[in-house]
């Protein structure tokens, strides 16, 4: 194996390769990407011929596995199936001191992966996403752009992301991040949990434009539009429950109280004319609706501090783990010193 200067060195054996001085895995989850696996192993590999190469079989019915490992990777077969579920059981395996993931179907440009890890190196980040720019007609399917900048605002809007790129799957992680990520997505929604997890624990993150083009011939998207919608739109719904409690809550009270009011401003109306309260039931209603609004925004206050203070742990964890000192220029191709 040769450094990125050149010179031959030795493979470290705690489940990665230095790049410089650093271990770099390259991660690519992959469901039925025979077609695909050994292009995408091979372009990598150009780009960076020191680190390791780990395929997360997501319980392929094809050849993946086979070619995989014809082409040098290590696989590691994971069969409860989704995403996530691969990208968890790869965190959990490897031990590196850089992490790649990528896609195994050939949308992500190779070449850019020595830019997006000397990014991660010398400025000091815990993650660099390569944003997505359509190469090819055929990169995205209908109504997945749209889908994708109505999610990007919506994670703007609820958790202050700048992020422009939310479910890219192309992304450089440090090891401090990568040990406080507690990965608890079991499909495509874990980019989401990625993303809010930097935002909440306030990791220094970049973005950088990166081709995204169309998927090797005879490799076959596992999206599936309006399902894995849902269940984007079910986790950030839970992400803004579990970490934004007051303003999940107050939003909840909000309703509840305009609820109330709207019933109980025409009985004080009547009472104020008459003197009377005709109509008991609905003033019942009313005041049970105000109560249930002032229970819920006292819940709101109280989880808002639980969850300052697990927030504080998880923070804590993050800055217990040794951040990545080593700067140097990565190989940009096999055998061949960096600019």
């Known amino acids: 194996m040769t450094d990125s200067i050149g010179q031959r060195r030795p493979a470290k054996d705690s489940g990665g ?3 410089g001085d650093m271990r770099v895995a390259v991660i690519l989850p992959c469901l039925d990407e025979e ?3 050994a292009d995408v192993i091979a372009g990598f590999e150009a780009s960076l011929p020191t680190a390791k190469f780990y395929v997360i079989d997501n319980g392929s019915s094809d050849g993946t596995a086979r070619i995989a490992k014809a082409a040098g990777a290590e696989v590691i077969a994971e069969t409860m199936r989704g995403k996530g579920n691969a990208v968890r059981r790869a965190l959990t395996a490897i031990d590196a001191d850089i992490y790649l993931i990528a896609d195994g179907d050939g949308t992500y440009d190779a070449s850019r992966a020595p830019e997006l890890i000397a990014a991660l190196e010398n400025e000091h980040l815990d993650m660099v996403v390569g944003v997505r720019r359509k190469a090819a007609k ?3 399917r209908p109504g997945h752009e749209w889908g994708n900048r109505l999610f990007n605002r919506a994670i703007k ?4 992301s700048e992020c422009r790129d939310v479910f890219s799957g192309y992304r450089v992680l440090s090891n401090r991040y990568v040990k406080s990520f507690p990965a608890l997505s079991r499909g495509f929604e874990i980019e989401t949990e990625m993303t809010v997890h930097a935002i909440l624990l306030r990791m220094p993150v970049k973005e950088i434009d990166c081709d995204y083009g169309k998927r090797g011939e005879g490799s076959e998207s ?3 539009t309006y399902l894995d919608g849902i269940r984007i739109m079910r ?3 839970n992400l803004l429950r579990h970490y934004r409690p007051l303003y999940f809550f107050t939003v909840l009270a909000g309703v509840l109280l305009a609820a109330s009011g709207a019933l109980f401003y025409p009985i004080f109306v009547e009472y104020l004319s008459s003197g009377l309260v005709p109509r008991f039931p609905t003033l019942i209603v009313s005041i ?3 109560t249930m609004s002032a229970m819920l925004l006292i819940c709101g206050l109280i989880l808002d501090t639980t969850t300052r203070t697990q927030l504080e742990i998880r923070r ?8 990545l000192t080593a700067v140097r220029p990565l190989a940009v191709g096999r055998g061949r010193a960096a600019a």
């Open 17 to 19: 390769v230095a790049s």
């Open 35 to 37: 077609a695909a696996i």
């Open 138 to 140: 055929e990169a995205y």
């Open 157 to 160: 809007a609820f958790f202050g």
């Open 222 to 224: 596992k999206l599936n």
């Open 235 to 237: 986790t950030i719904f």
């Open 288 to 290: 049970g609706l105000a």
């Open 316 to 323: 804590l964890i993050y800055l217990g783990v040794p951040r």
